[in-house]
């Protein structure tokens, strides 16, 4: 599970960074033609340039160490923002100096220059980081990455909760749901905030729906066994925030972090590195192009002995279940006779897997050119689609379909804690071998447990050559 909180405020403070520091370079070469004609004498001169690297470095170096600008970025309001600018470019210009009276290139540089490029500096980067936020704010809240958040409280808390979230401006937060456990108000709202649960229902209420973590805000002398509750959130692979002292429970990581102003403390099966998440993605995005470029070759071979074979579209679309419980539509090339869901359930006892899934190695339902397109793969193409997307990963764990999510218990859940995959480690683990739904969770947590981007390309590698041999399918 990837805590979001603090690891996207620390991404978001990098890439302010580095709009701040385009900015001055902007500010910089202004400065410097203002005075010389053009950049005739810039150009030639490579004491500006030696200048320009030492400006950035003593920003960079102010910026994050002494001033870090990233932080409550958001919270900040307009004259907030171009005060704390206008402290940071101050200092950068003392650095700057500084450097100049140690090396004597003073003389190099006049009043005017120093003047102007203060001034444009500061304007450049206080508009620059506006626009950010206007910009960020804009995504944030129609994207799916927007983390949905549960509360469970009791009734004397929830309106200040909701409204502190509010006004810290966590705009990748949203309240999904709230339980309150001294008080049945299942049905009502709080603040525009529907009830979902009570005391009785606190985790039946989250179990089906689609929740990333939990924000646990109750006082302390409340009895209730949060020990329990905890524990069960963390079997589902749910991210839990305990706005309480830290108990010593036998739950894999526990980290110390704020939640909307409060201090929490957060338990999670794993917390990813926010750097390797983002090269996960990034690996995503280069292979799903890679990808939809093979299907688009493939369907003009593939496509019309599809429709020949069998009435039906050529594609194949089914409600699955994502990370934590989103639902998505699936895309595949049809292998199957288009009344294939109609027929599943007079085969159910010949199904041959032990538990919440259905596998049959003779299945009717699939037609000849299923067969040969699900041996080769090739029937799993257009699932580059949900992966560029972003509903899936290329490596990940399997997406249950709806009927089977809503039979899960909270043991099963966790294995949606992360994106599922094209591809994963019982696939290439000779999924022809296993009969029990148990074993595919064992696999899935395993991969969990121990992902890393290494994992991943060698999962990617195992993949290929299975497709390429033709065995485990």
């Not at 020949?308 to 594609?315: A, W």
Request: hydrophobic residues 45%.
């Amino acid at each position: 599970m990837l805590r979001m909180n603090s690891k996207g405020n620390k991404a978001r403070g990098y890439v302010v960074t580095i709009i701040d520091m385009f900015s001055i370079i902007i500010a910089f070469y202004f400065s410097i033609m203002t005075k010389n004609d053009g950049l005739k004498t810039f150009s030639v001169n490579i004491e500006y340039k030696d200048a320009l690297i030492i400006i950035l470095l003593l920003y960079f170096v102010i910026s994050r160490s002494y001033m870090k600008v990233g932080k409550n970025i958001f919270k900040r309001g307009y004259v907030i923002e171009f005060l704390v600018v206008f402290r940071s470019q101050a200092l950068t210009m003392m650095g700057w100096f500084c450097y100049l009276f140690i090396t004597k290139q003073g003389s190099n540089y006049s009043r005017f220059v120093f003047i102007i490029f203060f001034t444009v500096a500061t304007i450049t980067v206080y508009v620059a980081r506006c626009y950010f936020k206007l910009f960020t704010f804009i995504m944030l809240k129609n994207s799916k990455s927007r983390r949905n958040c549960t509360i469970i409280t009791v009734k004397a808390r929830a309106e200040e909760i909701i409204t502190k979230i509010g006004d810290e401006n966590d705009w990748d937060i949203n309240i999904s749901g709230i339980v309150i456990i001294d008080e049945d108000m299942t049905g009502k709202s709080i603040c525009g905030v529907y009830v979902c649960g009570n005391s009785e229902t606190v985790c039946d209420s989250v179990m089906y729906q689609a929740v990333d973590e939990v924000f646990i805000n109750i006082p302390y002398e409340y009895r209730v066994k949060l020990e329990d509750i905890i524990l069960i959130f963390e079997k589902m692979g749910i991210l839990v925030n305990l706005n309480i002292d830290i108990y010593n429970m036998d739950v894999k990581n526990k980290t110390i972090d704020r939640f909307s102003g409060y201090n929490v403390v957060s338990f999670a099966t794993n917390i990813y590195d926010f750097r390797s998440v983002l090269m996960k993605r990034i690996i995503d995005i280069i292979g799903s192009i890679v990808g939809l470029l093979i299907m688009l070759i493939a369907i003009i071979f593939v496509a019309p002995a599809i429709k020949l074979e069998s009435k039906g579209p050529v594609f194949f679309s089914q409600r699955r279940v994502g990370k934590n419980g989103r639902i998505f539509n699936i895309y595949k090339l049809r292998s199957m006779y288009i009344d294939a869901e109609d027929r599943k359930e007079e085969l159910m006892d010949q199904n041959e897997m032990h538990g919440l899934m259905f596998k049959m190695k003779d299945d009717p339902r699939i037609t000849k050119v299923g067969k040969f397109i699900r041996k080769t793969s090739i029937d799993e193409l257009p699932q580059f689609l949900n992966i560029l997307n972003g509903d899936m990963s290329l490596v990940g764990t399997r997406p249950p379909t709806v009927d089977e999510f809503n039979q899960y218990e909270a043991k099963h859940r966790r294995r949606l804690s992360i994106k599922p995959g094209l591809t994963g480690l019982w696939q290439v683990s000779g999924r022809n071998q296993i009969n029990d739904f148990d074993d595919v969770v064992k696999y899935d947590l395993e991969y969990i447990d121990n992902w890393s981007v290494g994992l991943d390309i060698k999962l990617l590698l195992k993949t290929l050559a299975v497709v390429v041999t033709r065995t485990g399918n």
